[in-house]
């Protein structure tokens, strides 16, 4: 499935009037836009909102714009552990693979790897995601969600105990630097104790692999590697998968909790800028 059925659209006399008013006193107006185009009825109906109707600003204007859109919707989230609060990222290559422990999967060109935002920063992961485009990759790049309580309904009929072995604890490495051993605790599967409730799907598995790998922490059990190689060979049916290229200017908002997401490898053009995305987690 493609982005079409979540599709919302900013009126373009209002990115006309924006545009004459100083930015300083852009805030109120981006506020109504954001209740006017239907986003917040979107993400609830779908879980999945698609901006568009933003391309005509230059790049600083597109920043401060989804900064504000984003802070209509919620609280933003810091994306870093540290002094430095990261509140927007930049998500473009930086030079290396996932073999680098201390490369985040963000800013690698690598696909798949189906995966919850916000598992290497302590505390509870985002409610909400959002990404902007600013530059498209030459090739590749494309987002793809899958919802997972659908992933969870096929692994179970596959196998009966996933959730209970899910519902371990494990281990995700936090990817730093300045601390290489450090890890986050979380269940994969967290269980609503409710038939009527979903339960909550939090996974990045190279994240969880290198966290276990670190000397002190326990090994995967084989059931537990079991579990996550039907997860993963779930997750590759693109019968699954809503999938689409962000345009310069358009913006996702996805429901962290609701769906798992990747993209598709990229290659930047030899010359010129590569892929850059801009990124906000938002606490509802």
Same mark, same amino acid.
């Given at each position: 499935?493609?982005?079409?059925?979540?599709?919302?659209?900013?009126?373009?006399g209002d990115?006309?009037?924006?545009?004459?008013?100083?930015?300083?006193?852009?805030?109120?107006?981006?506020?109504?836009?954001?209740?006017?185009?239907?986003?917040?009825?979107?993400?609830?109906?779908?879980?999945?909102?698609?901006?568009?109707?933003?391309? *005509?600003?230059? +790049?600083? @204007?597109?920043?401060?714009?989804?900064?504000?859109?984003? $802070?209509?919707?919620? =609280?933003? &989230?810091?994306?870093?552990?540290?002094?430095?609060?990261?509140?927007?990222?930049?998500?473009?290559?930086?030079?290396?693979?996932?073999?680098?422990?201390?490369?985040?999967?963000?800013?690698?060109?690598?696909?798949?790897?189906?995966?919850?935002?916000?598992?290497?920063?302590?505390?509870?992961?985002?409610?909400?995601?959002?990404?902007?485009?600013?530059?498209?990759?030459?090739?590749?790049?494309?987002?793809v969600f899958?919802?997972?309580?659908?992933?969870?309904?096929?692994?179970?009929?596959?196998?009966?105990?996933?959730? *209970?072995?899910? +519902?371990? @604890?494990?281990?995700?490495?936090?990817?730093?630097?300045? $601390?290489?051993?450090? =890890?986050? &605790?979380?269940?994969?599967?967290?269980?609503?104790?409710?038939?009527?409730?979903p339960h909550?799907?939090?996974?990045?598995?190279?994240?969880?692999?290198?966290?276990?790998?670190?000397?002190?922490?326990?090994?995967?059990?084989?059931?537990?590697?079991?579990?996550?190689?039907?997860?993963?060979?779930?997750?590759?049916?693109?019968?699954?998968?809503?999938?689409?290229?962000?345009?310069?200017?358009?913006?996702?908002?996805?429901?962290?909790?609701?769906?798992?997401?990747?993209?598709?490898?990229?290659?930047?053009?030899?010359?010129?800028?590569?892929?850059?995305?801009?990124?906000?987690?938002?606490?509802?």
């Amino acid at each position: 499935m493609d982005f079409s059925p979540y599709r919302v659209f900013v009126d373009p006399g209002d990115v006309a009037r924006l545009k004459r008013q100083p930015s300083g006193t852009w805030r109120r107006h981006v506020s109504r836009t954001v209740d006017a185009c239907g986003i917040g009825e979107v993400l609830t109906t779908h879980g999945i909102a698609v901006l568009s109707g933003l391309d *005509d600003l230059s +790049g600083p @204007q597109l920043r401060v714009v989804f900064s504000l859109i984003c $802070e209509a919707l919620g =609280t933003l &989230v810091p994306q870093s552990v540290g002094s430095s609060v990261q509140l927007l990222r930049e998500v473009t290559y930086r030079g290396n693979d996932l073999s680098d422990r201390t490369l985040r999967y963000s800013d690698s060109r690598a696909g798949g790897s189906f995966h919850t935002d916000g598992v290497p920063v302590p505390g509870a992961v985002p409610d909400l995601i959002a990404l902007l485009c600013l530059h498209q990759a030459a090739i590749g790049g494309e987002l793809v969600f899958i919802d997972s309580q659908e992933i969870l309904r096929l692994a179970s009929a596959q196998m009966p105990d996933i959730l *209970d072995v899910l +519902g371990n @604890q494990f281990h995700f490495d936090q990817r730093r630097k300045d $601390e290489p051993g450090a =890890t986050i &605790v979380r269940r994969v599967v967290e269980r609503s104790g409710a038939d009527d409730r979903p339960h909550h799907l939090t996974y990045l598995r190279d994240y969880i692999e290198s966290g276990h790998a670190i000397p002190g922490v326990r090994p995967l059990t084989p059931a537990e590697t079991r579990a996550m190689d039907l997860l993963d060979a779930v997750m590759a049916s693109e019968a699954l998968h809503i999938e689409g290229r962000l345009l310069r200017g358009q913006i996702v908002i996805s429901d962290n909790r609701r769906y798992l997401h990747g993209r598709h490898a990229f290659v930047d053009a030899s010359e010129g800028a590569g892929r850059l995305m801009l990124r906000a987690w938002i606490r509802r």
